[in-house]
């Protein structure tokens, strides 16, 4: 859960963006086929390579994280720490980064069954009940529901705001919930207007008939100028932009998932015709509209 938590928006922006250059690879330490403790079989793409540059080094780690804790698993830890860009520990790999002494000095937290037992094994931490913790290039988090917050963070950080903004849309489940903790839309209350999520819904009702900026300021009761300056705070681009965006995702969901014509999505997402909407695929994606056929 952990793992599929860290990944699965990582493949949402990879699928939506065209300039998020993302790989990843699943490795273990020796490439070896591993079962987790719910005996789901994983296979690796490859073994572990402490000594790969310039990437994004992310340890998982669940039960019994002590007995893996051994002396060359974490010299190939601390190697490969040296050599990355960014390091995330995700569960209870935090432990293995304290025992490769790369948290001391430094606050990161754990999964909550471990906090105590962290905090009495090494003093030189500060560990934090946080969900997730920023310190330099390393960040850790507790449990799998932190993972996708620790992700979704990283996603803000790594391509904007609107990424990690519909990137947590794709794993909303009970919003009230999610409106209580925070999460999905709710997370951009602290970050700009609240008319900026109006705003977002008025959009997602009107993707076939596209609204003008100034009829969507109007929708929410703000002036123009104002709504384009809180789509700026919060999103990092004008509402005219996102609304665009809003709707070519739209319509590469429906090329992907329904056997629509093309003319038939372009006139359900809002454009003049199949021409005009492959133009601003082409701008977009990179691709044509058949590229995203199954």
């Not at 790969?52 to 974490?74: D, S």
């Not at 931490?125 to 917050?149: H, P």
């Amino acid at each position: 859960m952990v793992l599929a938590n860290a990944l699965e928006p990582l493949r949402d922006v990879h699928m939506r963006s065209a300039i998020a250059n993302l790989e990843w690879e699943v490795t273990t330490l020796r490439g070896e086929t591993i079962q987790s403790s719910s005996r789901l079989t994983i296979s690796p793409d490859r073994s572990f390579d402490p000594e790969m540059t310039n990437g994004i080094l992310v340890v998982v780690a669940g039960y019994r994280v002590r007995a893996q804790a051994k002396k060359q698993l974490v010299a190939e830890i601390r190697q490969a720490a040296r050599n990355a860009k960014r390091v995330l520990a995700l569960d209870t790999a935090a432990w293995l980064l304290a025992e490769a002494g790369l948290l001391d000095g430094h606050s990161a937290t754990i999964h909550w069954q471990e906090l105590d037992a962290f905090a009495e094994a090494f003093p030189g931490v500060n560990v934090t009940t946080a969900r997730f913790v920023r310190t330099g290039k390393i960040m850790t988090c507790g449990g799998a529901s932190t993972a996708l917050d620790l992700m979704l963070d990283l996603i803000q950080d790594m391509f904007g705001p609107a990424a990690a903004f519909d990137a947590s849309n794709m794993f909303l489940f009970d919003p009230a919930r999610q409106n209580a903790s925070q999460r999905g839309a709710k997370h951009l209350i602290d970050r700009g207007s609240p008319k900026v999520l109006d705003a977002l819904n008025v959009i997602a009702e009107n993707v076939e008939r596209p609204l003008t900026t100034f009829e969507l300021a109007d929708r929410v009761a703000i002036s123009e100028r104002s709504l384009n300056r809180a789509f700026s705070d919060a999103l990092g681009m004008t509402p005219g932009k996102y609304y665009r965006l809003y709707r070519l995702q739209h319509a590469r969901y429906l090329a992907q998932e329904t056997r629509l014509s093309a003319e038939q999505i372009a006139m359900r997402c809002g454009f003049s015709g199949a021409s005009s909407m492959g133009r601003s695929f082409l701008r977009e994606f990179g691709k044509p509209v058949s590229a995203f056929r199954s």
